[in-house]
């Protein structure tokens, strides 16, 4: 089958599906390339949007690129094209993290991430409570064989293991709120009502805080003279899942990154929310913490999941080629 032409039309449904991809703090921290000759989508870090304190490794950051061209991929298949991967392509430019390589679609073989394209926009983080109506066992485990699909694992622990794994991320949590400069940090990536941002979180998108207490909602604001959301009483029994890789190089931060947003993609194909609790990432002591009772586990992002309200969108930069 001959597949279309790379042109402009194709090139903007492509990243228009990467700037989709969620990323920390919503700082979107890619740049897109494209080389003709090779017909390959580069992509590269951007680091004029790093979180020196919250992510001095850049772990984060891959994470994020990493979200980003699951998307292009998943737009590739939708496209006719069958995406070829390649994780950090070239040692002289460490900017470089991934090529996307569109070539054509092998004799026999099926597309098999072209069902979640639609997902792709429909996809938002939501900072609401849930209902507390469990996910059935049966897309947990699709979700479960989305991480794993990609080289990552994802770990669902029963009500015990995950409020062991909620207080870690609320010790995270509090350490943030009296660590000035992280609190600061932080700030610099809420947008204000009726500003024109394309990056960070608006007010609107923001949660409320739980009025029992139980769940780490992150707080952005800290002690800015802001309007606040009423607390509101979150699910008693949370749903979350460990994202986590036996390995903690460039490479595997790239794959959890892919398997992260092929686990949100998949859970919004089927009507369920998501958030992501990041907190206690950012603590070495924390995030070791998180992986104890687990042989060779990295932990990279606590995902919490369930039924509720749609999130709020967030501001995205539009899609052009650098």
Do not use: K
Request: hydrophobic share 45%.
């Amino acid at each position: 089958m001959q597949t279309r032409e790379v042109d402009a039309s194709a090139v903007q449904a492509l990243l228009a599906a990467g700037v989709a991809a969620p990323s920390i703090h919503n700082t979107q921290p890619w740049r897109f390339g494209l080389d003709p000759d090779s017909r390959s989508i580069l992509v590269r870090a951007d680091r004029g949007r790093r979180l020196p304190l919250a992510d001095p490794q850049r772990r984060a950051q891959h994470l994020s690129v990493g979200a980003a061209v699951f998307n292009i991929r998943v737009a590739a298949e939708h496209l006719g094209w069958h995406p070829v991967v390649r994780l950090l392509p070239t040692a002289d430019d460490p900017d470089l993290l991934v090529t996307v390589r569109l070539a054509d679609v092998p004799p026999g073989r099926r597309p098999s991430l072209r069902g979640l394209y639609e997902a792709v926009e429909r996809r938002h983080t939501s900072r609401m409570p849930f209902t507390g109506r469990p996910v059935p066992d049966s897309i947990v485990s699709e979700m479960i064989g989305s991480a794993r699909a990609e080289g990552a694992h994802l770990d669902v622990p029963d009500i015990m293991a995950t409020r062991g794994l909620l207080s870690l991320t609320a010790a995270a949590e509090a350490r943030n709120a009296v660590h000035p400069a992280r609190a600061a940090e932080a700030r610099t990536w809420i947008t204000a009502p009726g500003t024109d941002a394309a990056y960070g979180i608006p007010m609107t998108a923001l949660g409320p805080r739980d009025a029992s207490g139980r769940m780490p909602v992150r707080d952005f604001t800290g002690a800015l003279p802001v309007p606040q959301l009423p607390a509101l009483r979150f699910e008693r029994h949370a749903q979350a899942a460990l994202l986590w890789t036996t390995r903690d190089g460039r490479e595997d931060w790239l794959r959890a990154g892919q398997a992260l947003q092929h686990v949100l993609l998949t859970a919004t194909v089927h009507g369920v929310r998501t958030s992501m609790l990041h907190q206690a990432m950012e603590w070495p002591d924390l995030r070791e913490a998180m992986a104890r009772s687990r042989r060779r586990c990295h932990p990279q992002l606590l995902v919490r999941f369930g039924y509720g309200p749609e999130g709020a969108p967030a501001p995205r930069a539009s899609a052009h080629l650098v």
